[in-house]
């Protein structure tokens, strides 16, 4: 059972860089596509972008300018680095892993709020 | 990048059926599979529905999806509502830049 657990700053100052890791076990990372998702408190999800052992990154482009997923494999983990973060970015960050066309597990999820 | 959208809410008693609708706004809805999860209050999403209508392991078939080409949408429908039903749920499909979800539509069992 593929189990996905997020951790990193629960609070961001704005203008500074949001960082989190999701720590994978029961699956590596070598293999599927390994994703971060968004929900901003109250709204819907909004997919940021995966990481795949055999490609580049890929990013949604409404945020690409600010994004760098990267995955460690020695660890089994992903990580999520957004840069010059804004009030807009405040939101519950999941990591999720997807086989073909399906999100089939979802971390729990880790709330990170942008104040000063 | 197209737009993926859904219905904000619909209410309906135990055991009654539902269906949620979910239109694409460019593209045809046939040209990507579309799938739905279910997102309970306090929970992480899970999936309910694959390839426009497929089941993964464990989904009851009270939960069911289709496409209409005619609307360019998806629907799920939910079959003999339960309490347990109570959640948002979202479509989802992509294209060749990006995985896009639609914004939602809470389901309420009265």
């Known amino acids: 059972q593929v189990q996905l657990q997020e951790s990193g700053s629960g609070v961001v100052k704005p203008s500074e860089t949001l960082s989190l890791t999701c720590t994978v076990s029961?699956?590596?990372?070598?293999?599927?596509?390994w994703n971060w998702i968004r929900q901003p408190l109250g709204k819907g999800l909004e997919w940021i972008g995966f990481f795949y052992q055999s490609s580049n990154p890929s990013y949604n482009p409404s945020l690409k300018s600010r994004v760098t997923i990267s995955g460690d494999t020695s660890k089994n983990q992903l990580s999520l680095k957004l840069t010059s973060v804004t009030a807009a970015d405040t939101a519950i960050y999941y990591c999720?892993?997807?086989?073909?066309?399906?999100?089939?597990?979802w971390g729990q999820g880790t709330l990170v709020t942008v104040s000063s | 990048n197209f737009v993926l959208t859904q219905s904000h809410s619909v209410s309906e008693s135990p055991g009654k059926t539902v269906t949620i609708s979910c239109t694409r706004s460019s593209g045809s809805i046939a040209n990507n599979y579309v799938q739905w999860y279910q997102h309970r209050a306090g929970s992480s999403p899970t999936s309910l529905i694959f390839e426009d209508n497929k089941r993964p392991s464990g989904v009851p078939d009270r939960f069911s999806g289709s496409i209409d080409t005619s609307s360019n949408s998806a629907s799920l429908t939910i079959f003999g509502l339960t309490t347990e039903d109570e959640a948002d749920y979202y479509c989802?499909?992509?294209?060749?830049?990006?995985?896009?979800f639609g914004g939602g539509t809470k389901v309420t069992v009265l």
């Open positions: 999720a892993r997807r086989k073909y066309l399906l999100f089939d597990s």
């Open positions: 989802q499909s992509h294209d060749s830049s990006a995985w896009v």
């Open positions: 029961g699956d590596s990372i070598s293999s599927h596509y």
